[in-house]
């Protein structure tokens, strides 16, 4: 009993977030005149599914991980389970070039962020387009580094157009 009412309690607690949240960033749209609400994007980092399901079920669509393994068996479940085929699934974390084929095959990825290098890039354009049924482009951010410190992990400001020029051309990533 303790423990139903203790994942319950979790349920609500959730519920109250995402309501707060959404009205929080519906307020902030109207004070700032804007048309349109940002994107929000859930980070379900760590979490179990059912808390997943809950925002879901409090009108979350977007969600993100950093993990890629994590985001697989997340969106492979709710595929499973049905009734969640309108999850956006935002990848958020470093992604490791070994890691591109299981996550080029989660259901619903919707955006990688970020891409770092080039040769990323195209391995991850070359397995999106690899994949069953890729009709629709897969949404990527690439990091450049503007401020040109050698310690940073990502593109060269000199080189940032190319990638962007070749992906686009070839329609499975943008």
Known sequence: MVA??????????????????????????????????????????AQPLCRVQTAYQEGLRHFGENYVQELHSKATELQRLG???????????HLQGNKTKLLTAVP???QVETVHNEKMAQTLNRMWGKREGAGQPLRVLMQVNTSEEDSTDSMEKSCKREPLTSMAASRRSV
Do not use: M, N, Q
């Open 4 to 45: 139903r009412l203790a994942l319950r309690e979790s349920y609500e607690c959730i519920s109250t977030a995402v309501r707060s949240v959404v009205a929080a960033v519906e307020e902030s749209t109207r004070a700032a005149g804007r048309v349109a609400p940002p994107r929000l994007v859930a980070v379900s980092k």
């Open 83 to 93: 009734g969640y085929g309108d999850i956006r699934w935002h990848f958020i974390g």
């Open 108 to 110: 619903g990825l919707w």
